[in-house]
């Protein structure tokens, strides 16, 4: 119940005397010792069981039940069946587990099941939970705790039920995050850095460093990492990457993954199939946002940045297509509006507020997760790239007697699709412009090809680090590999750039600064517009 570092002796007669007198009961005092610093005069009613330490610095009041089996794993193994509940790509969690290895993991079983099984394996084994009460924690009017590794300064107040599970703090002295609040019931998790507050219900999660579940957020077979933040609805078999955002009741988030996201009120997702069961996922990349009532019909794939509106019931796939509007038609089609959100001056607010927002920073935490924030990026520049080329193709095409254009099961407007070449040019050269008005173009090598990118749960890297870093023969290797890709960003960026732009796009820097402040403007009238509106009803609204 304390930390190794402390030094323990059996009770002497007159201590378990004292301990008698203060209410406290045992069927055999000689399994339990004392350090020199434990107070005696403040261990009131308590019954004792089996082989306990008491240390010198925990709070422990008015709890039912606080219950270590020997050999209890403390949630450390739990098996995790993230986007497919049957179990196909599950997760086992252990501490340090960080978003990367966890999309590796479940975005790629054969690999994991096959490949790398035994090196995950070993890590686990390895990773051994401390059976104890650490330092300075706190536990207050709690309901039953058994088989909880709690760690240093961590605070548990209220909690209802709470059942093979790691309490994990690595923060600096005095900066714990780690806290368990009102009625929480978990069993089988790993709370790392984290919070579980007001009523969460958890079932076989980890919730990693900055993430919070609260106001009766339901939870089961999920992952939460860095600075999610869950309120009011349901996860199922979700894998929450970095700031995953819900705040609304009646909002179901099942069977995907998502990344800097922001679910709209009675969001909703469906993943099964009659025949075979909840078989269905999908992928919502980096910061989608939906509307209120939104649903989607999985498997589906969403595009960067994109808003989701209405009802999708054709599984669309517009990851060809980011910053885009997506409208449910009455059917439940999918009416895309590429390159839409780029107009929105939302979405540099939000560049800027993530990092701004990021929990883990002022408390000197080991930070597992490695995040490129950036909104233009060699991932959603190359796709904007790509998506000009399809659209050229589409626009050749004559259009469906209702004057839609079709592309993989979803509508197009020629006007849209023509508008969208605009956009997404704007958008290329002010990322251009951002990367190389001081120092250039960089020079290009003879034959060099550009890397494909790859968003791994909030890290961008090329495909072939991941592919090496996938080689390696340790956990530790891997997230090293990791580390590199986000320490060398910039300048895998800059090799990027040099591959990927011909002389098309090499432009002056005098057009490409025209180019990006057209962007600018284009923003700054979008801004312009909503305060006025937010003006315009705040005049309705006054007395």
Known sequence: MTTSTQKYKPLR???????????CVSDDWSRIQISEGTDLRRIRNVRFAGDIRIGSDVTIENVSLLEMEPEAPCGVGTEVCVFDETGSRSVRIYPGLSAQMAMLIARDPAWAQNVAKDTIENHIHSSEPARAIGDGAVIR????????????????????????????????????????????????FIIEDGVADSGAIIRNCYIGQGASLEKGFTAHDSLFFSNCSLENGEACALFAGPYTVSMHKSTLLIGCQTSFMNAGS?????????????VHWGILERGVKTSSDSYLMLGAKIGAFSLLMGQHKTHPDSSEFPFSYLFGDDRGATVVVPGAMLRSCGLLRDEKKWPARDRR??????????????????????????????????????????????????KFTRASLERAIYLY?????????????????????????????IDVAGLLIPRPMLFKAMEKGSVEEIEEDFGHAWRHYENLQRAWIAARFNDDWRRSPEVIADYAAEFDRMVDDDRRKYLADLADQNNMLRL
């Open 266 to 278: 009675g969001t909703n997702q469906s993943n099964h199939m009659y025949k075979l069961g909840p």
């Open 425 to 453: 040019r704007l958008a290329i050269y002010k990322y251009l412009h951002l990367h190389t008005a001081e120092n250039g173009f960089p020079p290009r090598e003879p034959g060099s090809e550009a890397a494909q990118w």
């Open 141 to 188: 009017n709690c309901g039953e705790i058994i088989n909880v590794s709690i760690g240093p300064e961590v605070r548990i107040e209220g909690a209802l039920n709470l059942r093979n599970g790691s309490l994990i703090n690595n923060a600096a002295l005095g900066r714990a995050l780690t806290r368990i609040g009102a009625g929480v019931n978990a069993e089988n």
């Open 13 to 23: 007669w007159w201590e378990i005397r004292r301990l008698e007198d203060n209410g």
């Open 361 to 410: 920073q002022k408390r000197k935490l080991p930070l597992h997760d490695r995040i490129i924030f950036d909104v233009l990026n060699p991932l959603t520049v190359d796709a904007m790239l790509n998506a000009i080329d399809v659209i050229n193709g589409l626009l050749t095409r004559p259009a469906d007697d209702d004057r839609f254009l079709r592309y993989k099961g979803m």
